[in-house]
Every structure is written in structure tokens, then in C-alpha cells.
């Protein structure tokens, strides 16, 4: 997608650690314009398939879950929950998500009652690195006996593998952006095309 592209390429900073920051748009300040095309985007990818629930993860996938609802026929948003400690009370599916980035591990939480049996799921999130935080989703929804149709992500770091992981599972992975590479030294950012 052209214009998230740009924006990534204007807004965007490389890090060390290969974190690019891009909190002027999607992981502080948010874009709802950019949000609203970013939907429009998945919507034209996803056309045809069976979607009756969309699926994230806290936090920063909420708002763009949230606004690319609007083009799925307001289908509800559903947000996993990231525990702190796990208070089971057996009416929640749980799974553990290890975290790169705060190399940690933590709980991933989502009442019953909001994933079922017969669910056509598509999950969104703003990042995909090592797919860690997705299997997590997706774990979920097995658990739950939804079904996956699809995912949808705003940036993938090609690079580090867990988008093309997912699509040799067979996963319908559409990512608005691929980051092949990027280069702290020199802010360079190349897209896979
Ligand atoms: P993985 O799930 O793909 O394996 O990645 P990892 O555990 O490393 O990611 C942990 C968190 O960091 C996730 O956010 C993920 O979206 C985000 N993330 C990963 N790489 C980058 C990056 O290069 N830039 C930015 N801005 N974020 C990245 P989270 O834990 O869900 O936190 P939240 O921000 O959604 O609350
Ligand atoms: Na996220
Ligand atoms: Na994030």
C-alpha cells in the first residue's frame, strides 16, 4: 500500500534492536484517515470471505481493528487481553505469548463468551515480526473452534520471517507494508514488492 509506504518512509526512524518507530501514525499518535484506507485496503483484499469477527490484541491493534470494522459490514472487534498474572477462572482461553521485544513471556487472555465454535476470524494487528504475538491469536482460536480466514497487517518485517512463516501454514497473511530491510546507520527502508 502506497500510502502507508510513504508515511513510513517520511515518519518512520530506524532503530537498533530492529524496531522502527512509527508513533507518529500508528503506535502513539494515530492516523484514523490513514486507519479508514487502511481498511478500505483489506476489505478489497479479503472480498468474498466469510468474516464475522475481527480479532486483535492490545493495545495498538485496537484502533485499527476498530476502524477497519467499518468496511467488514461493522462486524464486532474483539481484543485479546495481555495479563499481567493469570486469574483463571475457567470461562477465558489462555494462551502464552513470548515476547522479542520485551523478551518476556506473558499470558494472552480472551473470555469465552466473545470467540465461539463456527467464528470466521480475521485477525489484525499493527506489527508482524516473528509471528509470535499471531500464534498467540491463533492458538486462541483453535482453542475456541473458530476458524482463521485471514490476517491483516499494517507493517510486516519481512526480515524477520513470521509473516512467511504463516503463509507457508497456509494463512492468507495481507500486509500493508513489507519491510525487507532497514538500516539504523543510515535510516534506510526497502520494501518487498
Ligand atoms: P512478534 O509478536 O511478531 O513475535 O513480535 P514481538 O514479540 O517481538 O513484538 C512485541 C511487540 O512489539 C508487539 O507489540 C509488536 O507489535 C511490536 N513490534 C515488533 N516489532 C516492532 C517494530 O519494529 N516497531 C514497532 N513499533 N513495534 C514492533 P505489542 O506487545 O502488541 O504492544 P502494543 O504496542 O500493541 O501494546
Ligand atoms: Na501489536
Ligand atoms: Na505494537
New binding site residues.
Partial sequence: MQELEERIQSEGTVKEG?????DAFL?HQCDVRLFDHMGAAWAQHFAGKKIDKILT?????IGIACVAARHFGDVPVVFAKKAQSINLDGDQYVTT?Y????QKEFPVIVAKKYLNAGDHVLLI??????????HGLINLCEDAGATVTGIGIAVE?GFQG?GDALRAEGYDVDSLAIVDAMDPATGEITFRH
Fill in positions: 530492529n524496531v522502527l518507530k512509527v503506535n490484541i492490545e493495545a495498538s491493534g505469548v515476547s522479542f521485544t520485551k494487528d499493527d506489527f508482524l515480526a516473528n509471528g509470535k504475538a499471531l518485517k513470521g
